[in-house]
């Protein structure tokens, strides 16, 4: 067997986050269970993905028209100099994702969804029809709330729901290779209005940091 290859995309805006602390621990005990595996990092806060540009959409017209589904010829709707610019932007991100055994996501909830510097890279990386089907995806989340199932806000939850549908409806992702952990209730430690929530939100993150070291090794 091929040495595996581990995607690992953070999000969050600050340095000291949960989301991207989470995603350390589920990376971390991948790494550890599968020495000498390639291990890609990209800091989709730090070093932004830019916005499709009307370029990109030509590439993704034509991908569709032609019936291209296969990633390694979508070079192939390249026709133009502002076409051919689009593509040096998503010629690498698509080449590290398709690359991947296991993509890991790393992402805050802002305004009850995901994040513009992971919506950028969905948009680049997304062409009709593809499948990334036999490939894991694990999303290590953080939230200023609680939004589980039987939570008043649970139908606000357009995170976890929104990549769930995305991966399974874009990618051909099957829910049994979907993982997601998530630290909860993050606001407790700074709106006093959620003191008492304190003690919840330490359970929910060392759950979820447990989690993550068990589950960065299963597979
Ligand atoms: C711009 C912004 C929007 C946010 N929107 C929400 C929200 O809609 N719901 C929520 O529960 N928390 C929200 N939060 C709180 C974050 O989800 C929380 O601080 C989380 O821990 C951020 O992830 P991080 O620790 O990895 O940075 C928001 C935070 C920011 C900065």
Same mark, same amino acid.
């Given at each position: 067997?091929?040495?595996?290859?581990?995607?690992?995309?953070?999000?969050? &805006?600050?340095?000291?986050?949960?989301? $991207? !602390?989470? /995603?350390?621990?589920?990376? /971390?005990?991948?790494?550890? +269970?599968?020495? /000498?595996?390639?291990?890609?990092?990209?800091?989709?806060?730090?070093? #932004?993905?830019?916005?499709?540009?009307?370029?990109?959409?030509?590439?993704?017209?034509?991908?569709?028209?032609?019936?291209?589904?296969?990633?390694?010829?979508?070079?192939? +709707?390249?026709?133009?100099?502002?076409?051919?610019?689009?593509?040096?932007?998503?010629?690498?991100?698509?080449? !590290?994702?398709?690359? +991947?055994?296991?993509?890991?996501? +790393?992402?805050?909830?802002?305004?009850?969804?995901?994040?513009?510097?992971?919506?950028?890279?969905?948009?680049?990386?997304?062409? #009709?029809?593809?499948?990334? *089907?036999?490939?894991?995806?694990?999303? &290590?989340?953080?939230?200023? %709330?609680?939004? %589980?199932?039987?939570? #008043? $806000?649970?139908?606000?939850?357009?995170?976890?729901?929104?990549?769930?549908?995305?991966?399974?409806?874009?990618?051909?992702? #099957?829910?049994?290779?979907?993982?997601?952990?998530?630290?909860?209730?993050?606001?407790? $430690?700074?709106?006093?209005?959620? &003191?008492?929530?304190?003690?919840?939100?330490?359970?929910?993150?060392?759950?979820?940091? &447990?989690?993550?070291?068990?589950? /960065?090794? *299963?597979?």
């Amino acid at each position: 067997m091929t040495s595996p290859t581990l995607l690992h995309l953070d999000a969050s &805006a600050r340095r000291r986050s949960f989301s $991207r !602390e989470l /995603g350390d621990a589920v990376a /971390g005990a991948w790494r550890t +269970a599968h020495p /000498g595996a390639t291990y890609l990092h990209r800091d989709l806060a730090l070093t #932004p993905v830019p916005q499709i540009t009307e370029a990109w959409t030509e590439l993704c017209d034509h991908v569709l028209e032609h019936g291209i589904t296969d990633p390694a010829r979508y070079r192939e +709707a390249v026709r133009t100099p502002e076409q051919a610019a689009a593509w040096a932007v998503v010629e690498p991100l698509l080449a !590290e994702l398709v690359a +991947a055994d296991v993509v890991l996501i +790393a992402t805050p909830m802002y305004n009850f969804s995901v994040p513009a510097s992971l919506k950028a890279w969905i948009d680049q990386v997304t062409f #009709p029809k593809m499948s990334l *089907a036999g490939r894991r995806f694990v999303v &290590a989340y953080a939230r200023g %709330g609680a939004y %589980g199932p039987g939570t #008043p $806000r649970h139908p606000y939850d357009h995170q976890e729901r929104y990549l769930r549908d995305f991966f399974a409806g874009h990618f051909a992702i #099957p829910e049994e290779a979907m993982d997601f952990l998530g630290t909860e209730l993050v606001n407790a $430690r700074v709106d006093p209005a959620l &003191a008492a929530r304190r003690t919840a939100h330490d359970a929910s993150r060392e759950a979820a940091l &447990a989690a993550a070291r068990k589950a /960065g090794g *299963a597979w």
